[in-house]
């Protein structure tokens, strides 16, 4: 079975337009609900595709060939799902495709897909694009960023199926997805839920293990992407060499890192071709693969690992747990053996802790940046035990000033490097904790192809020799 989504809820603002403020057809919005196998409809003369971009935006896929687009009037409340869906489109063809989850030994299931075409002419179909950017809010309380009205949620041992049923009912949530990997549901909720608050009350409610919101994270946002400058150098994956995964902002198109990326993924729209928007990831890369060495590093690089790179973060510069999870599990199916993480937080996580150690459990080494503030505070992830927290060095060999420091910074490596791609400016001179972190990696990744079985504390130990 596909991953699914079931019980959807979309809560759609109703505009009040005055005479002076008639919309245009393109703008034509329509107030669309689907709750579990209920679904409410109210428009008045809306494209179709304005109705269907919006049951797209729950979970669902929606196909459509471009040339249909009918305007539809209609109002109605909790009515049969596939009825109401049948009804909408009844002159046009289509076809709906459900799917399930298993659910503490029982299944839910849900509206996949949607597909709608000509008579015979279903390759003209084209998958709606949803908005791929992250709704994030910050509590107030204590300055966690985390994304608006989802949770994310896992079962103890005692939860029964009809009782999660009854509590999913109870929040009003919808359940978006599942990690299988880790048991944890991500779930939507209705608009405006004080997600902290409904977190620490579900965490006490019988049969459920931890709730927490789905907890975010920012690398910032780039002034300007340049193309690679960095001539024609064109480089092989080394012999031997272990797959390094990077989570970040992505991949531009670098013609001279084509032959070294082995796998790609943009995890928050699995269905697109990975991009950067900001740059950032495409710096790591270049870095993690040997193309670009930091300065004040003691021995010329030689080892060109095979890259897998993910987009992680949204075209604003936004994660989530879930979205790391998602990344982490795509990591260990490619094979990486090392995982880079240049960015963090002072949030702390417990499931992306766990995350984090069953990653480790799956012989993933995970290096992240330990901060560019030196506060001396914990940042996450590099401060959790299963991760190795990276510092960042001078190219004298000193300790950069900015960098952050704390028990939990394992390494620091050199931190200053040239780049030809620009994150939040022009190509030029860089400095960070995430260039020392992508270094790192490379060189776990040499040190790992001469000793495939050594250890997280063995490596460590070759890292202080390196450095």
């Known amino acids: 079975m596909k991953k699914i989504f079931s019980y959807l809820f ?45 049951i797209a935006e729950s979970g669902v896929t929606v196909r459509i060939d471009p040339e249909l687009n009918p305007d539809i009037s209609a109002s109605f409340k909790d009515r049969d799902l596939q009825q109401a869906i049948d009804s909408i489109l009844k002159p046009l063809n289509h076809v709906l495709i459900w799917d399930s989850v298993e659910v503490a030994q029982g299944r839910i299931f849900r509206l996949a897909e949607i597909q709608i075409f000509r008579p015979g002419e279903k390759e003209r179909m084209k998958t709606l694009k949803k908005n791929s950017g992250l709704a994030v809010v910050k509590n107030p309380k204590n300055g966690s960023l985390f994304v608006k009205d989802e949770i994310l949620l896992r ?30 549901y991500k779930i939507r909720l209705p608009e405006n839920t004080d997600v902290p608050a409904l977190a620490e009350m579900i965490s006490k409610y019988p049969g459920v293990r931890k709730a927490e919101p789905n907890y975010a994270y920012h690398v910032g946002i780039a002034k300007e992407l340049f193309p690679s400058l960095f001539g024609d150098k064109v480089i092989s994956p080394s012999k031997g060499s272990v797959p390094v995964a990077i989570l970040d902002t ?14 790609s993924l943009d995890a928050l729209n699995p269905d697109e071709p990975i991009s950067d928007d900001q740059g950032h990831g495409t710096q790591m890369a270049l870095i993690a693969s040997g193309l ?25 510069g936004f994660t989530s747990d879930f979205g790391i999870m998602r990344s982490l599990d795509f990591a260990i199916e490619n094979g990486a053996r090392v995982a880079s993480l240049s960015w963090g937080s002072e949030t702390e996580s417990e499931f992306l802790e766990e995350a984090l150690t069953y990653a480790e459990s799956k012989n993933l080494i995970v290096v992240a940046a330990a901060g560019n503030e030196a506060t001396g505070k914990p940042f996450y992830p590099a401060a959790y035990s299963s991760v190795i927290g990276v510092g960042a060095l001078k190219p004298d060999g000193s300790s950069w000033e900015k960098s952050n420091y704390g028990s939990f910074v394992d390494i620091s490596a050199p931190g200053f490097a040239s780049l030809p791609v620009g994150y939040e400016g022009d190509p030029g001179m860089y400095a960070g904790t995430s260039i020392s972190t992508a270094y790192t990696a490379n060189r776990i990744a040499a040190y790992l192809s001469e000793h495939p079985k050594a250890t997280k504390l063995q490596v460590l130990a070759a890292l202080k020799e390196m450095f």
């Open 250 to 263: 992505g991949l531009a198109p670098v013609s001279s890192l084509d032959s070294v990326v082995t796998a």
């Open 155 to 184: 079962l103890g041992p005692g939860m029964s199926f009809s009782s999660f049923k009854k509590l999913i009912e109870k929040i009003g949530g919808t359940i978006l997805e599942k990690n299988a990997a880790l048991g944890i």
């Open 292 to 316: 670009v060495q930091p300065y004040g590093t003691k021995t010329a690089s030689e080892n060109y690992p095979p890259i897998i790179s993910i987009k992680t973060f949204d075209e604003n």
């Open 10 to 54: 979309l809560f759609i603002t109703i505009f009040s337009l005055s005479p002076a403020a008639v919309p245009s057809r393109a703008e034509a919005k329509a107030d669309v609900r689907i709750t579990g196998e209920k679904f409410s409809l109210y428009a008045d003369k809306t494209p179709l595709r304005n109705i269907l971009q919006q």
